[in-house]
């Protein structure tokens, strides 16, 4: 069975968002930053697209089923974190 090969990036659109977060946390695409505290302080998460990598993306011919992926992985980890 032939497969098509398939780049580093596919289904990495948005970052992992399961586990603890670190200061940055990076997709292809999207990134999430999370503020530096001081003492009882929430952090703020901030979400920050990378315009160039987003362009490259949608211009590929695997968009679409990548796009897919991502956002299957990404419920999948929600789904995870709202059962913790």
């Known amino acids: ?3 098509r ?5 596919y289904g990495n659109l948005f970052p992992d968002v399961s586990s603890e977060q670190k ?3 990076e997709g292809r695409a999207f990134r999430i930053e999370k503020s ?5 302080e929430a952090p703020t ?9 987003w362009e ?3 211009c ?6 990548c796009y897919r992926l991502s956002l299957g992985k990404l419920e999948l ?4 974190i709202s059962k913790n």
């Open 1 to 3: 069975m032939k497969t």
């Open 5 to 9: 090969s398939t780049k580093h990036c």
């Open 23 to 25: 200061a940055m946390k």
């Open 36 to 40: 530096k505290t001081y003492g009882l």
């Open 45 to 53: 998460l901030t979400v920050e697209v990378d315009n160039t990598a």
């Open 56 to 58: 490259e993306c949608t």
């Open 60 to 65: 590929c011919p695997r968009f679409d089923t």
């Open 77 to 80: 980890q929600r789904a995870l």
